[in-house]
């Protein structure tokens, strides 16, 4: 089994690999109207692959913990509002995010960490792919009012995340290196 580098830090990390259905980068107006970023486009520093790392990096890896926190809506991060994923198909929340201020969020994905879900990236890859399957029907709102959500699925790689204490990962995977 593959164990994961430790940081100076003392904080593991482990090599992810997600991919998800429209990762939402909306930028909100009073009234809130979002509009999403195109493909290949940068936003908040980044690309949409990017963004959607550094989401997954907070959904997973950090102490925040939000897909655990009961009524979690999201967190600011450096002037970006992260929006905390459903762990069920159908999940409303009820946010307050102020005018003006960048989302990020998707209506839904799969992902696959080392060396619980695979030792290689290679393995890593063929199990997205597996769990792609499940997928189906993406959506999402904001204000009552339906996004435009693409069904597309972003994949992005398998790349390295810090997994700090307390996070989702050290929580629920019994098998992840301590």
């Known amino acids: 089994m593959a164990s994961s580098p430790i940081s100076a830090t003392g904080v593991r990390r482990t090599t992810l690999v997600a991919a998800l259905s429209a990762i939402m980068v909306a930028a909100l107006v009073s009234p809130a109207v979002a509009q999403g970023v195109p493909d290949g486009s940068s936003a908040f520093g980044g690309s949409k692959v990017v963004s959607q ?3 997954m990096g907070w959904l997973f890896g950090s102490s925040t ?17 992260y929006l905390t994923a459903a762990a069920a198909p159908v999940v409303e929340f009820d946010c ?11 209506p839904g994905g799969t992902l696959g960490w080392m060396p619980t879900d695979a030792t290689t990236n290679a393995g890593l890859l063929a199990g997205l792919e597996r769990s792609m399957k499940n997928l189906a029907n993406p959506s ?4 009552g009012r339906p996004l435009d959500v693409d069904s597309r699925l972003t994949e992005t790689g398998p790349y390295i995340i810090p997994v700090e204490p307390g996070s989702f990962i050290k929580t629920v995977d019994p098998a992840f290196p301590t």
């Open 53 to 55: 790392q550094r989401l």
């Open 65 to 81: 913990n939000p897909l655990l926190q009961a009524g979690f809506c999201g967190e600011e991060i450096g002037g970006v509002f």
């Open 96 to 106: 307050e995010i102020p005018a003006g201020m960048p989302i990020v969020g998707t």
């Open 140 to 143: 999402a709102r904001l204000d």
